[in-house]
T-cell receptor, first 113, second 114 residues
Framework: AQSVAQPEDQVNVAEGNPLTVKCTYS??????LFWYVQYPNRGLQFLLK??????LVKGSYGFEAEFNKSQTSFHLKKPSALVSDSALYFC???????????FGKGTKLSVIP | DAGVIQSPRHEVTEMGQEVTLRCKPI?????LFWYRQTMMRGLELLIY????????DSGMPEDRFSAKMPNASFSTLKIQPSEPRDSAVYFC????????????FGNGTRLTVT
């Protein structure tokens, strides 16, 4: 079975500081990894994905994520946080050949002005 | 493109009533997914369709839940009879045919069963 762990329920960061939202995963075979963001009363929005290739993936709104196979991690990062980045962030995984995406519990990011 | 459209946005009903949630996926998307979001369980995949055919409904919690996709532009999720523990936000999402195609979510239906 595949699974995702987001060890932090909440991350607080000051505006302008770098941010990291952590994610580890478990899946058979090669992983397809995704990050989504959810704003209040809205559906999830796709940020970025890792399928293969370069371990550093760049996505929307200045976000990037680093795939680490040995640590089975896919942490989300941004060099300089904005107040508007405050939202709920979900990491998700599926195995190659599967359409069943498994989501983590989510991490609430609060960027403090 | 209008994105994935769900209706209603909010539904309040009494225990025992039938509830029908509706979804219009993005045109041209081959896959449609129904998810349920709660504080306790997070996001759970209930069922997904490929080209209007249900592929995996193992996430449907009970026989009270049923989903249909009569054509490429419409799907329903029905709960009959509804129970208070069904209260949640229900999301519909659609995606293209590639395994790594991102999901496009609707804004959800917040269901409250009293």
């Amino acid at each position: 079975a595949q699974s995702v762990a987001q060890p932090e329920d909440q991350v607080n960061v000051a505006e302008g500081n770098p941010l990291t939202v952590k994610c580890t995963y478990s899946v058979s075979g090669n992983p397809y990894l995704f990050w989504y963001v959810q704003y209040p009363n809205r559906g999830l929005q796709f940020l970025l994905k890792y399928i293969t290739g370069d371990n550093l993936v760049k996505g929307s709104y200045g976000f990037e994520a680093e795939f680490n196979k040995s640590q089975t991690s896919f942490h989300l990062k941004k060099p300089s946080a904005l107040v508007s980045d405050s939202a709920l962030y979900f990491c998700a995984v599926t195995g190659a050949g599967s359409y069943q995406l498994t989501f983590g519990k989510g991490t609430k990011l609060s960027v403090i002005p | 493109d209008a994105g994935v459209i769900q209706s209603p946005r909010h539904e309040v009903t009494e225990m025992g009533q039938e509830v029908t949630l509706r979804c219009k996926p993005i045109s041209g998307h081959d896959y449609l997914f129904w998810y349920r979001q709660t504080m306790m369980r997070g996001l759970e995949l209930l069922i997904y369709f490929n080209n209007n055919v249900p592929i995996d409904d193992s996430g449907m919690p009970e026989d009270r839940f049923s989903a249909k996709m009569p054509n490429a532009s419409f799907s329903t999720l029905k709960i009959q009879p509804s129970e208070p523990r069904d209260s949640a936000v229900y999301f519909c999402a659609s995606s293209g045919r590639s395994y790594n195609s991102p999901l496009h979510f609707g804004n959800g239906t917040r269901l409250t069963v009293t």
